[in-house]
């Protein structure tokens, strides 16, 4: 059974920084690809970044580009997203995701991930 467990999500005024982590049980962390989305309340779930199992990234809108990072320690099981310069359109739901086996195509896809984690609340005042 694999299990994906966000935590860092929490209230910060804009201009701030949030470190997201996600841990990883059940299978060797360093096989997958992970990503990270995003659920505003009334919103489609969307893409944020993604890192592959060589490390490369690959970001979602030009919104986040610049301002937020991922990173993974696959020592640690774990997934990062560093978030700064936050704005109150940041705010939703983070969720992280696990995929087994993603293309190019797909790694900015719901559809592409297999495992899913329960998700961190991440609200941005103005």
């Known amino acids: 059974q694999v299990q994906l467990v966000e935590s860092g999500g929490q209230l910060v005024q804009a201009g701030g920084s949030l470190r997201l982590s996600c841990a990883v049980s059940?299978?060797?962390?360093?096989?997958?690809?992970m990503g990270w989305f995003r659920q505003a309340p009334g919103k489609e779930r969307e893409f944020v970044a993604a890192?592959?199992?060589?490390?490369?990234?690959?970001y979602g809108s030009d919104s986040v580009k610049g301002r937020f990072a991922i990173s993974r320690d696959n020592a640690k099981s774990t997934v990062y997203l560093q978030m700064n310069s936050l704005r109150p359109e940041d705010t939703a739901v983070y969720y992280c995701?696990?995929?087994?086996?993603?293309?190019?195509?797909?790694?900015?896809?719901?559809?592409?991930?297999?495992?899913w984690g329960q998700g961190t609340q991440v609200t941005v005042s103005s």
């Open positions: 059940g299978r060797t962390f360093s096989s997958y690809a």
């Open positions: 890192i592959r199992r060589n490390g490369g990234s690959i």
């Open positions: 995701a696990a995929s087994v086996s993603i293309s190019i195509g797909s790694i900015a896809s719901k559809s592409g991930y297999n495992y």
